[in-house]
């Protein structure tokens, strides 16, 4: 008989794992996947820290959980840059007076500012109906076709028309020169990777990897006195009032022998609708390597079905409504609490998970 049996060996179970050795209970993790670390997962190849299910940059605002991780890892001082590729130019990301430089050659935030303002009141739609309309009246036409609209629409598999206006109701427009992706003070990735954290999370944990815990659900839920469940919610109730929808990812590793140097940077977003996939990763530029070799990685974006991943829940109206349902149900099972991405229907970023994780582990571990 286990205290807790966790479902999932992501930065949510990981954590309440962890949290729950610390006081002494005993605890076992199920994880479906052949390896712990969930989508954070990282695979030593050739000497290189592969994120094996896409880019992820640690970045957060709170102190406290920045110092909470780095108990577990050394972090180093990686700043998200991102390029974008339009038709072999590149553009930095996020928008910014290096990217209006590079679109028409201003020089100062008036300038750049008066070429935005020029192309916004072309598109003065009083109610966009939808992406296309939103982001026209937000930025105008150069920065939406060349840098926003393939990109999307390949990441949506629909054409931007057909995608709703409140996907997109702000966009981020810096007026300085500065490449720096995100705005939280904290920012870095775990020099060895995302897998050594996990792995020190978890050390004197018992774990069963390959092991899907719908598969044998009721013998599990026996086994301990509470469940924490990190899986599709709706998977977990049998569908029973119907299939929430996400956005699936696929990734093409490629191991380039004599090459040291593809691209020059992390990250290269193609925004063009003909190029299929989204971006390029090029993996030892997180940790600043000088590899004689060079591990990169072609990310597509897909519909989500049977075989696929789930990484991103679309919220909209009828998917929301739908998660509500199964909520209700979840509610009433009073020795399972769900949690992380799937388990609560939202994207989250990673401080946002091991925050959530650690202000739930008293009502967790509550009457254990």
């Not at 670390?37 to 957060?60: D, L």
């Not at 590079?102 to 750049?112: D, R």
């Not at 296309?132 to 629409?153: N, P, S």
């Not at 509500?324 to 769900?338: P, T, V």
């Amino acid at each position: 008989m286990y205290d807790i049996l966790i479902v999932g060996a992501g930065p949510y179970g990981s954590t309440v794992a962890y949290e729950a050795k610390k006081r002494g209970l005993k605890c076992l993790v199920v994880e479906k996947r052949d390896h712990i670390g969930g989508n954070i997962y990282t695979k030593n190849i050739n000497g290189i820290n592969v994120h094996y299910y896409g880019a992820h940059i640690f970045h957060t605002s709170n102190k406290e959980i920045w110092n909470y991780v780095n108990q577990f890892a050394e972090f180093n001082h990686y700043i998200n840059s991102p390029l974008a590729n339009y038709k072999n130019k590149l553009y930095n990301l996020p928008f910014n007076m290096n990217t209006f430089y590079q679109m028409w050659g201003t020089k100062t935030p008036a300038e750049a500012l008066a070429k935005i303002e020029e192309q916004k009141t072309k598109h003065n739609y009083t109610n966009p109906s939808n992406l296309e309309e939103q982001a026209l009246m937000l930025v105008g036409e150069d920065i939406y076709f060349k840098l926003i609209k393939g990109y999307t629409e390949k990441q949506w598999g629909l054409q931007a028309t057909e995608i709703p206006a409140f996907i997109i109701r702000r966009i981020p427009v810096r007026l300085r020169y500065d490449n720096n992706y995100f705005n939280d003070p904290y920012q870095g990735i775990p020099i060895g990777g995302y897998t050594a954290i996990i792995e020190k999370m978890l050390e004197g944990i018992e774990i069963q990897l390959n092991t899907d815990f719908l598969s044998d659900k009721n013998r599990f839920e026996s086994m301990a006195k509470k469940i924490v469940y990190t899986g599709e919610i709706d998977r977990y109730f049998d569908y029973k009032y119907g299939q929430l929808d996400y956005r699936s990812l696929r990734f093409e590793h490629q191991v380039l022998e004599n090459t040291d140097n593809f691209q020059g940077n992390a990250v290269v977003n193609y925004t063009e609708r003909e190029v299929p996939y989204t971006r390029i990763i090029e993996h030892k530029h997180f940790e600043f390597g000088e590899q004689k070799a060079t591990v990169i990685s072609k990310e597509y974006s897909e519909e989500y079905k049977d075989g696929t991943d789930p990484y991103y829940p679309i919220n909209d109206e009828r998917n929301n409504e739908l998660f509500a349902r199964y909520k209700k149900l979840a509610d009433n099972k009073k020795n399972i609490h769900f949690g992380g991405r799937l388990g609560e229907y939202k994207y989250y970023d990673m401080d946002k998970v091991i925050a959530s994780a650690l202000s739930n582990c008293e009502s967790i571990f509550n009457n254990l």
